[in-house]
């Protein structure tokens, strides 16, 4: 065989490469599919934990904070603040709202019930369960 590259040659690199990486993909797919509820604690999904989240989609609290780095940055990242301030702080601070210092960032007063407290809580409780790799990599957003 001569050293030269010929065009049966090409065609059998690009279909045997198209196979190889598309079941690679495939592969990776299954893989991934298969890690994610060991990851996202989906057995851990109460409906107080539904409630919790439904809570904080119509209050927008992702319009201020971030939850595992996605959303604004106003305000702190939130997908670990069960872990920094614990469960007391957390509603202490909702209910405290907004703070009287001047010059700081406010938060609003959104005049939530104890059980609408708890079911927040037990929604970052969740979220902070969850493992995703300690992203982000600055505790507070
Ligand atoms: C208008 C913007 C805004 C919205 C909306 C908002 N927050 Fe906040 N939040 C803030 C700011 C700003 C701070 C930090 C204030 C400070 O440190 O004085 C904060 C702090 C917090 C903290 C304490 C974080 C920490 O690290 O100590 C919690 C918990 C919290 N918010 C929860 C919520 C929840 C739950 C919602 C939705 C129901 C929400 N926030 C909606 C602005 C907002």
Known sequence: MSGAF???MARN????????????FLALSFDTHSQLPKRDMR??????VAEGKKLWEVNN???????????AYFAPELGNVYKRRGPDFIKA?????????????????????????????????????????????????
């Not at 690009?14 to 190889?20: A, I, K, L, P, S």
């Not at 609290?61 to 959303?71: K, Q, R």
């Open 93 to 141: 601070w909702i209910a405290a709202q907004p703070t009287k210092e001047p010059g700081r960032r406010k938060m609003p007063d959104f005049n939530f019930s104890d059980e609408q407290l708890d079911a927040i809580v037990a929604f970052l409780k969740y979220v902070d369960s969850i493992n995703d790799a300690n992203w982000p990599p600055n505790d507070e957003g």
């Open 43 to 48: 057995a851990d999904i109460t409906p107080q």
């Open 13 to 24: 690199i690009f279909y045997g490469g198209t196979v190889f990486f598309f079941l690679l």
């Open 6 to 8: 010929t065009k049966s």
């Open 61 to 71: 609290c992702i319009g201020c904070h971030t939850l595992m780095g996605e959303g």
